[in-house]
Each structure stands twice: as structure tokens, then as C-alpha cells.
């Protein structure tokens, strides 16, 4: 699949049996998650690539949107990711991982080669 098509932990399909299961899982989401992202952020910066926070865009299709609210969040969904950017992200990371192997030799048996 080509990378223009692909959506790469972008959306993100979940299924609840009752209104109560996903009040309690968008709970999770909007701040276990998010929290522990930024945490992880802090205390690794140069290793977590930077993400746009997806919050805003998260929505629900339950029984409780209008008839003609339902295929404006499925036009919603297949909004595409955005690639701009990633080409110089993936070549600070492959040049951050090249200094690395160079520094630390024995680590080179666990790369890929670059």
C-alpha cells in the first residue's frame, strides 16, 4: 500500500455494547492517553516524533447523531493524513540512528541497515 493510503494509527475504530462503555473509554482517551504521550515526550524528546494532538477530532456514531449528521462524519473519517514534513522527520531520525550505531558499535547487530 502506498504511503498516501495508508492511515497509520490515525483512526481508530472501537465498538461499545452501551453509551455508559464509551463515556468511560473517551474518558481514557482524552486524558490517560494523552497524558502519558507527554510524559513519554518529556522524558525522551529527541526519540518521539512530534504528533499533532488528535483531540479535537475525535467523534462518536452512535444512535444519538441526526440522520444527516452520520455521512458528514463518515466524509469526516476519510480525510487523509497529512504528509507534509515526514521526509525531514525520517531523515533526522535515520541520522540520529546512524550517530548512534557509530557511537555504540554492538548496537549495529539490532539495526536495520540504514
Request: glycine share 4%; hydrophobic share 35%; no cysteine.
Amino acid at each position: 500500500v502506498e504511503i498516501e493510503d495508508r492511515d497509520p494509527w490515525v483512526t481508530l475504530l472501537s465498538f461499545y455494547n452501551s453509551i455508559r462503555e464509551l463515556g468511560g473509554a473517551i474518558t481514557l482517551f482524552q486524558s490517560d492517553i494523552v497524558s502519558y504521550l507527554l510524559e513519554q515526550k518529556r522524558r525522551y524528546p529527541r526519540w518521539i516524533l512530534p504528533r499533532k494532538n488528535f483531540q479535537e477530532r475525535g467523534m462518536e456514531l452512535t444512535s444519538r447523531l441526526k440522520d444527516d449528521e452520520i455521512p458528514k462524519a463518515i466524509v469526516a473519517l476519510e480525510s487523509k493524513i497529512d504528509l507534509r514534513g515526514l521526509d525531514a522527520i525520517y531523515k533526522n531520525l535515520t541520522k540520529e540512528l546512524k550517530d548512534i550505531e557509530n557511537k555504540y558499535p554492538d548496537l549495529s547487530k539490532h539495526t536495520l541497515q540504514l
